[in-house]
């Protein structure tokens, strides 16, 4: 196995075990659908969290680990698949021009992939939502679109992105290897810290359906 690879998954492990006691139910937004970096993931299934972990928990490792992987890709990409490489640095360049500001750079792991607004509630006020401040202000701020490519270098970039997504898929069994030996230590931590959150929250949702002003008191 790369050794690089496996010591920052061990430094993402650290990073994840530390910020597990800060944290606390409910401090991220209701979801409305799925996760799908979370759901079904492989990474998360190599931690041995798939069972009685809130999604918050799991997300929070996911995106830290995402970002070894596309950090790791990214790199590859630069040195080895230059039609790739050009595309998705054009890419990049077109949607700063468009978008001047971008709620969801700069954010935390923890935080990184969520949802930035929660859902619209029916007949509630609000000034903006971080999605509309991220929209060009203006037709006019939208850039030209690029020459459209040849035939020849469709065929160049595709069979590059075979080359991206084989390398990506390899870096990814590796990293679950490697996130493999840390389990214990992350389902001790889970036990140890989020637990007792958990057996709280059910503890309290049972006192209240057993209350005699349910659903009245509600």
């Not at 299934?45 to 995402?66: E, F, I, N, S």
């Not at 230059?82 to 971008?102: D, G, Q």
């Not at 792991?109 to 006020?125: I, S, T, V, W």
Request: charged share 25%; glycine share 4%; proline share 8%.
């Amino acid at each position: 196995m790369d050794g690089s690879i496996e010591a920052r998954v061990g430094d993402v492990v650290d990073d994840w075990l530390s910020w597990l006691p800060k944290w606390r139910p409910g401090t991220h937004t209701r979801r409305t659908r799925l996760c799908r970096t979370c759901f079904g993931s492989p990474v998360i299934r190599a931690a041995g969290l798939t069972t009685d972990v809130p999604h918050a928990v799991q997300h929070a490792l996911a995106m830290r680990v995402k970002a070894v992987i596309d950090a790791s890709v990214d790199a590859y990409t630069e040195s080895t698949l230059p039609l790739l490489s050009r595309e998705i640095r054009a890419n990049e360049e077109r949607k700063a021009a468009v978008a001047s500001y971008r709620p969801a750079d700069g954010l935390d792991p923890e935080f990184a992939g969520l949802e930035l607004d929660p859902p619209a509630e029916r007949e509630a006020p609000y000034l903006f939502t971080f999605a509309e401040l991220a929209r060009p202000a203006s037709p006019a701020a939208f850039v030209a679109e690029p020459a459209p490519l040849t035939a020849e270098e469709k065929a160049a970039i595709r069979a590059e992105l075979r080359l991206a997504d084989e390398y990506a898929a390899e870096v990814g069994g590796q990293v679950c290897m490697a996130l493999y030996r840390h389990r214990e230590r992350m389902r001790a931590a889970v036990n140890e810290f989020v637990e007792p959150w958990v057996q709280s929250l059910l503890a309290d949702l049972d006192s209240t359906l057993n209350s005699p002003l349910w659903p009245h008191g509600l």
